[in-house]
């Protein structure tokens, strides 16, 4: 089975329960493997690289897949977005080319918890996968629960070349405003 279609199962298997989708860090270090091993299965004009925002390896799996995918470019740059899938845009309002360059943070808002972007943020700094809970904000002001995983894919050589940032809505209990399950 190709990585591709590896990735497709993952995602789509795990997708039918009412369980999150990445349940776990290690579930997301899962699926930056396969972006891995696809990046690497792509034409090496394609693999991007650097401060190079190209990401022409992106397959039509990722394209529809029931997460939203983000994949972002070195932490030296300041994570800024190279990709963003068909299910980002739908969760978040925002178009791929409207966030293209910039930074994940731009869904935060008033009521994101500083203890989660925390997490995140020392994720990155020891390249290290996490998941984490937050409320964040569509382009349109609303908020919602996003279950966020980031982990690092690593290219050919092993050294971390891009982030993948996973998006899954959960849901909200309105009055006590946190996530139920």
Known sequence: MTATA???ELLHSRHTT?????PSAAVAESVAT?????RQAAPVSAQGGGDDPALGWETAEMDDAPVSMVISGPAYADNPIWYVNDTFERLTGYDEGDVLGENLRLLQGPETAA????????????WKATVVELDNYRADGSRFRNRVALAPIADATGTISNWVGLQEERPVDDEAGVASN
């Open 34 to 38: 396969l972006l891995g091993e696809i």
């Open 6 to 8: 590896e990735l497709a």
């Open 115 to 126: 203890d989660a972007v925390a997490d995140l943020r020392e994720a990155v700094d020891i």
């Open 18 to 22: 009412d369980e999150p989708t990445i």
